[in-house]
């Protein structure tokens, strides 16, 4: 007997690490027990997006969607949706200003506003089942390819797709294809860079977990094309999810014969190896990452050659973002035409975001290039919480920059700096302030991190500054010592020792380390000290001549008090800040007025928390 | 597994199609069964195992199944609401397993209103 219903649970991290997979159990357990499980099918699918409220299911055919589904909701929910036809309306998504709640899928604005091409399949498919992947067109476009299509006519499809490089850089995808197809040597390999390690950003994971088989059929379409014979999938080791689901999905391909030799007859051989990184944020970038693939220390090397001469063991290799293998199906299947509809001028087709930070709903969002900021952090991610104002988004992670809250109705896009439509390498850009709006920071990998008025913004420059200095191999002079140099100077700015001077050295030291570091990383890494220091220079010189940070984060540079009157008139001076203080720096008596000896005071704010009346005031 | 080739990649895209397709959330008709307790106690289970037999073996990929609750006329139960794509929907009642059979070859597939066994055309109006 067919299935009357598909109860598509949400499997991917987000969800599982809220107990999704427990969902499932309570409801197979159920459904068995009240004798449905022929007419009711459970599936576990890849992460939908809407992490905020997970975790999530959805009923099809009518496209009911549950959040923060627990174990014990599940005889509830069986009773009432699946044998009594009602939908539960406790489980159903309310956004906070409405008055009732939005029982489809389909209406909630979170959704509603996306446009979905790399995740095309997410929360449709079981992703451990190449069934479910091939009933939904899956490897057709490879049939056309193999069938239909000459290696040449497959570049000249994608170069006019307008397709470019998702992992940051923005490449176009169909030049290199080119570049890598006419190179000399053989055997040629492709490689999925999968190593996103930006803090905050889980597009990649997402489409591991999600659609494993889409990246492996854009493999194989790119090895037709290019003439490839091996291609490797690196992995973050830190996603273990994403990393068995891709091995799983390898497995299977393999048993169908879709990979190997004579794939479909064809003439295509074709096979693809997992390797696991071992968590170096410089092996995302490409040549550290063949280094890391060889077996040897993920350390950058000069470019040229380029990795499409001069790749993995020597040879030619193509190396893509997972996002980008991920878009080439549907673009082969559907032509060029079709795609580059989508989006703007300068950039085609759709991007993933993960939405982070202060913002309502959190969780990953594909939507139309040319979005502006506004419609993604307002119409999708639902505003800022606690009526907060938006001040900035760091886009891109720590090779990326802060935007303001001025530009938040810019689209989002790639932008050359000349204007022309020219794409080329960034990192090969003139460098200029201007620039610095360009594909480095206004569009980035896709991580998106909102933030809200009580954000430093010194505070954050020095975040993702400490987080390169970290990571930074130490292959090269600048990036080494430049980035270890800017980080002193943001310390002394955040404990309130920083002086003029500084400042102007940290401006020259950071265009030094983007103009002269070895590789990417370097390049990019002053990128979120130079844009806040463009966009929210009255912030650092607020911390540098009044020592004071206007968010009040650096602790260092507030001033706590108590309020006399509220700590009497509403509190009756409870004492609980008294008694909490660990440097015993508060003084007062029941019923009468605390207060803070400012010499013994440590500043570590334990008063504020504590407080039940909001009786200390930060300053 | 022997290797696949392009006519097997069609063949299991067919099936898994035919599963899956229900996810998509469009169907040609869509059938309620009303499954309120009175539906259930005039034996509202076994029609609803009856539509789902039908629909497998008539091999019918346009079909939706859902379930509701109670429809008001609780002595005419078991009832079931069919809604072909464009047509108002049509409240059956008294239903067997045997109506349900001829429901299917007239209405679902041929196209005809089962009058007989009809009970009206339409829908309350809410709101």
Redesign the interface.
């Given at each position: 007997?067919?299935?009357?219903?598909?109860c598509?649970v949400c499997a991917g991290t987000g969800c599982v690490s809220n107990r999704s997979l427990e969902v499932r159990d309570a409801l197979e357990n159920e459904i068995r027990k009240r004798g449905l499980q022929?007419?009711i099918q459970i599936?576990t699918t890849g992460c939908n997006g809407f992490c905020a409220v997970g975790p999530l299911m959805v009923v099809?055919?009518?496209?009911i969607f549950y959040q923060q589904v627990s174990a014990k909701d599940v005889p509830l929910l069986v009773e009432e949706h699946?044998?009594?036809?009602?939908p539960v309306q406790k489980l159903l998504y309310k956004p906070p200003e409405a008055a009732a709640p939005i029982p489809k899928m389909s209406d909630i604005p979170f959704f509603k506003h996306q446009r979905l091409i790399a995740l095309r399949n997410r929360g449709?498919?079981d992703p451990e089942k190449i069934?479910?992947y091939?009933?939904?067109?899956?490897?057709?476009a490879l049939?056309k390819a193999l069938?239909e299509m000459t290696p040449e006519q497959i570049i000249e499809v994608i170069t006019k797709s307008g397709l470019r490089g998702r992992g940051g850089a923005g490449f176009p995808t169909g030049v290199k294809w080119q570049k890598v197809r006419q190179a000399k040597g053989e055997p040629k390999y492709i490689i999925c860079n999968g190593d996103e390690g930006d803090p905050g950003a889980f597009m990649d994971r997402s489409i591991f977990e999600s659609d494993p088989h889409s990246v492996i059929e854009g493999m194989l379409i790119g090895a037709r094309a290019i003439g490839a014979r091996y291609g490797v999938v690196y992995i973050r080791n830190e996603y273990p999810l994403a990393l068995e689901r891709i091995q799983i999905a390898i497995q299977q391909a393999r048993?169908?014969?879709?990979l190997?030799e004579?794939i479909?007859?064809s003439g295509l051989d074709f096979d693809i190896s997992v390797t696991r990184g071992a968590g170096a944020f410089v092996c995302g970038e490409e040549t550290a990452l063949i280094a890391s693939v060889e077996g040897r220390l993920g350390d950058p090397r000069a470019r040229p050659p380029y990795p499409a001469e001069y790749g993995l063991w020597g040879k030619p290799t193509c190396i893509n973002n997972v996002e980008t293998w991920a878009n080439v199906p549907p673009i082969i299947l559907h032509g060029w035409e079709w795609y580059s509809q989508i989006g703007t001028e300068r950039s085609k087709g759709t991007k993933v975001f993960s939405l982070v930070g202060k913002v309502r709903n959190t969780g990953l969002v594909e939507v139309p290039m040319g979005i502006t900021l506004r419609q993604l952090i307002y119409d999708i991610g639902g505003g800022i919480p606690g009526d907060k104002k938006f001040k900035a988004v760091q886009t891109g992670g720590p090779s990326g920059g802060c935007i303001p809250a001025g530009m938040m109705d810019q689209p989002i896009e790639y932008i050359a700096p000349d204007g022309k439509r020219e794409a080329r390498d960034y990192l090969d850009l003139p460098i200029d302030y201007e620039s610095l709006t360009d594909v480095g920071s206004m569009m980035g990998s896709g991580g998106l991190v909102v933030m809200d008025e009580d954000t430093c913004m010194v505070d954050v420059a020095r975040y993702f500054l400490a987080f390169t200095q970290d990571e930074s191999c130490g292959a090269c002079t600048p990036c080494r010592e430049g980035t270890k140099l800017m980080l002193d100077i943001l310390n002394r700015i955040v404990d309130g020792h920083g002086t003029m001077d500084d400042l102007r050295a940290l401006e020259e030291i950071a265009w030094v380390v983007k103009q002269t570091s070895l590789c990417g990383l370097g390049k990019t890494a002053p990128n979120p000290v130079l844009t806040t220091l463009k966009y929210f220079r009255d912030e650092y010189l607020a911390h540098i001549e009044a020592h004071k940070c206007p968010a009040h984060v650096c602790r260092a540079l507030n001033t706590y008090r108590i309020d006399p009157v509220i700590c009497v008139e509403r509190g009756h001076g409870c004492g609980v800040c008294r008694r909490e203080c660990p440097e015993k720096a508060i003084f007062g008596e029941k019923n009468q007025p605390h207060r803070i000896d400012q010499t013994l005071c440590k500043k570590c704010g334990v008063c504020v928390e504590v407080c039940h009346f909001n009786a200390v005031i930060v300053e | 597994m022997p290797k696949l080739k392009i006519e097997d990649l069609a063949r299991i895209r067919e099936q898994a199609r035919r599963a899956t397709l229900l996810r998509e959330g469009a169907g040609r008709v869509k059938i309620t069964v009303h499954l309120g307790t009175c539906g259930i106690a005039a034996g509202g289970r076994n029609i609803m195992t009856a539509v789902l037999r039908e629909i497998e073996e008539r091999n019918l990929h346009d079909v939706l199944v859902t379930t509701s609750g109670c429809a008001g006329l609780c002595s005419r139960e078991p009832m079931m609401t069919v809604e072909v794509l464009g047509q108002p929907p049509v409240k059956y009642v008294d239903l067997t397993e045997g109506k349900v059979k001829e429901i299917f070859a007239e209405h679902i597939v041929g196209g005809k209103i089962a009058d007989r066994y009809a009970l009206a055309v339409g829908s309350e109006r809410v709101m």
């Amino acid at each position: 007997m067919p299935y009357r219903v598909h109860c598509m649970v949400c499997a991917g991290t987000g969800c599982v690490s809220n107990r999704s997979l427990e969902v499932r159990d309570a409801l197979e357990n159920e459904i068995r027990k009240r004798g449905l499980q022929d007419e009711i099918q459970i599936v576990t699918t890849g992460c939908n997006g809407f992490c905020a409220v997970g975790p999530l299911m959805v009923v099809q055919p009518d496209g009911i969607f549950y959040q923060q589904v627990s174990a014990k909701d599940v005889p509830l929910l069986v009773e009432e949706h699946f044998i009594k036809g009602r939908p539960v309306q406790k489980l159903l998504y309310k956004p906070p200003e409405a008055a009732a709640p939005i029982p489809k899928m389909s209406d909630i604005p979170f959704f509603k506003h996306q446009r979905l091409i790399a995740l095309r399949n997410r929360g449709l498919i079981d992703p451990e089942k190449i069934e479910d992947y091939i009933a939904r067109d899956g490897y057709q476009a490879l049939v056309k390819a193999l069938t239909e299509m000459t290696p040449e006519q497959i570049i000249e499809v994608i170069t006019k797709s307008g397709l470019r490089g998702r992992g940051g850089a923005g490449f176009p995808t169909g030049v290199k294809w080119q570049k890598v197809r006419q190179a000399k040597g053989e055997p040629k390999y492709i490689i999925c860079n999968g190593d996103e390690g930006d803090p905050g950003a889980f597009m990649d994971r997402s489409i591991f977990e999600s659609d494993p088989h889409s990246v492996i059929e854009g493999m194989l379409i790119g090895a037709r094309a290019i003439g490839a014979r091996y291609g490797v999938v690196y992995i973050r080791n830190e996603y273990p999810l994403a990393l068995e689901r891709i091995q799983i999905a390898i497995q299977q391909a393999r048993e169908y014969g879709l990979l190997g030799e004579n794939i479909l007859d064809s003439g295509l051989d074709f096979d693809i190896s997992v390797t696991r990184g071992a968590g170096a944020f410089v092996c995302g970038e490409e040549t550290a990452l063949i280094a890391s693939v060889e077996g040897r220390l993920g350390d950058p090397r000069a470019r040229p050659p380029y990795p499409a001469e001069y790749g993995l063991w020597g040879k030619p290799t193509c190396i893509n973002n997972v996002e980008t293998w991920a878009n080439v199906p549907p673009i082969i299947l559907h032509g060029w035409e079709w795609y580059s509809q989508i989006g703007t001028e300068r950039s085609k087709g759709t991007k993933v975001f993960s939405l982070v930070g202060k913002v309502r709903n959190t969780g990953l969002v594909e939507v139309p290039m040319g979005i502006t900021l506004r419609q993604l952090i307002y119409d999708i991610g639902g505003g800022i919480p606690g009526d907060k104002k938006f001040k900035a988004v760091q886009t891109g992670g720590p090779s990326g920059g802060c935007i303001p809250a001025g530009m938040m109705d810019q689209p989002i896009e790639y932008i050359a700096p000349d204007g022309k439509r020219e794409a080329r390498d960034y990192l090969d850009l003139p460098i200029d302030y201007e620039s610095l709006t360009d594909v480095g920071s206004m569009m980035g990998s896709g991580g998106l991190v909102v933030m809200d008025e009580d954000t430093c913004m010194v505070d954050v420059a020095r975040y993702f500054l400490a987080f390169t200095q970290d990571e930074s191999c130490g292959a090269c002079t600048p990036c080494r010592e430049g980035t270890k140099l800017m980080l002193d100077i943001l310390n002394r700015i955040v404990d309130g020792h920083g002086t003029m001077d500084d400042l102007r050295a940290l401006e020259e030291i950071a265009w030094v380390v983007k103009q002269t570091s070895l590789c990417g990383l370097g390049k990019t890494a002053p990128n979120p000290v130079l844009t806040t220091l463009k966009y929210f220079r009255d912030e650092y010189l607020a911390h540098i001549e009044a020592h004071k940070c206007p968010a009040h984060v650096c602790r260092a540079l507030n001033t706590y008090r108590i309020d006399p009157v509220i700590c009497v008139e509403r509190g009756h001076g409870c004492g609980v800040c008294r008694r909490e203080c660990p440097e015993k720096a508060i003084f007062g008596e029941k019923n009468q007025p605390h207060r803070i000896d400012q010499t013994l005071c440590k500043k570590c704010g334990v008063c504020v928390e504590v407080c039940h009346f909001n009786a200390v005031i930060v300053e | 597994m022997p290797k696949l080739k392009i006519e097997d990649l069609a063949r299991i895209r067919e099936q898994a199609r035919r599963a899956t397709l229900l996810r998509e959330g469009a169907g040609r008709v869509k059938i309620t069964v009303h499954l309120g307790t009175c539906g259930i106690a005039a034996g509202g289970r076994n029609i609803m195992t009856a539509v789902l037999r039908e629909i497998e073996e008539r091999n019918l990929h346009d079909v939706l199944v859902t379930t509701s609750g109670c429809a008001g006329l609780c002595s005419r139960e078991p009832m079931m609401t069919v809604e072909v794509l464009g047509q108002p929907p049509v409240k059956y009642v008294d239903l067997t397993e045997g109506k349900v059979k001829e429901i299917f070859a007239e209405h679902i597939v041929g196209g005809k209103i089962a009058d007989r066994y009809a009970l009206a055309v339409g829908s309350e109006r809410v709101m």
